[in-house]
């Protein structure tokens, strides 16, 4: 079965550090897309970064960077320099495959950024 | 910058009653889906949908539910006979292709609630 799992309810990060939020998924395809959504407390969804399961690199978007390790099946996003702004939930999700269109999401980390 | 659209932003219907959501998707996007996020839960994947055909739905999406792109423009989520347990946010999404990478670019939201 395909599942995302997310094992950190929430984090908190003083405001210019890093972050790490940690994101597993297990699925049995070989061609799969694993995707990092953020919502704020306004509730709408916002995509920040996707990294294929062929990439060779790091998928890097702005502040936003993927720690992806194919081996270990994890996908962690990685915030630098954190903002005040960025305190929100964050989701990892992934598209297991080619044969279905559905996201599937883990159940988010609650990240609160303090000055 | 093109967003997907969704109304209301918040619905209450009693127990029973038929609810319909609306969405207005990117306008040169093919693929459409909608999501539903119970409070505090994860985001749960309900149904995909191209060439005004259902391509994928999830065990939530059973005979009460049921959508529809009645013309050029909107995709809608019918609910038959609401239970307490739809209430829920749900989520219109819509991309331009299929592929992996492909994102899936969210609306805000329409929160329902039911009495």
């Known amino acids: 079965a395909q599942k995302i799992t997310q094992t950190q309810p929430g984090m908190f990060v003083q405001e210019k550090e890093a972050v790490t939020l940690d994101c597993t998924y297990d699925?049995?395809?070989?061609?799969?897309?694993l995707f990092w959504y953020k919502q704020p407390s306004s509730g709408e969804m916002i995509f920040l970064i996707y990294?294929?399961?062929?990439?060779?690199q790091n998928a890097t978007e702005g502040r936003y960077s993927l720690n992806f390790q194919k081996a270990r099946k994890s996908a962690n996003l990685v915030i630098s320099a954190s903002q005040l702004g960025d305190s929100a939930m964050y989701f990892c999700a992934m598209r297991g495959g080619y044969n279905t269109d559905k996201l599937i999401f883990g159940t988010g980390t609650r990240l609160q950024v303090f000055p | 910058e093109p967003e997907v659209t969704q109304t209301p932003s918040h619905q209450v219907t009693q127990m029973g009653q038929e609810v319909i959501l609306r969405c207005v998707p990117i306008?040169?996007?093919?693929?459409f889906y909608w999501y539903r996020q119970i409070l505090g839960q994860k985001v749960e994947f309900l149904v995909s949908?191209?060439?005004?055909?259902?391509?994928?739905k999830s065990e939530i999406f059973d005979d009460q539910f049921s959508v529809e792109r009645p013309d050029g423009s909107n995709f809608t989520l019918k609910i038959r006979s609401t239970k307490l347990e739809d209430s829920a946010m749900y989520f219109c999404?819509?991309?331009?292709?299929?592929?992996?990478?492909?994102?899936?670019?969210f609306g805000p939201g329409t929160r329902l609630t039911v009495t």
């Open positions: 306008s040169n996007h093919l693929y």
């Open positions: 949908f191209y060439n005004n055909e259902i391509s994928e």
């Open positions: 699925t049995s395809d070989p061609s799969y897309g």
């Open positions: 990294q294929g399961s062929y990439d060779q």
């Open positions: 999404a819509s991309s331009e292709r299929d592929g992996l990478g492909d994102e899936q670019y």
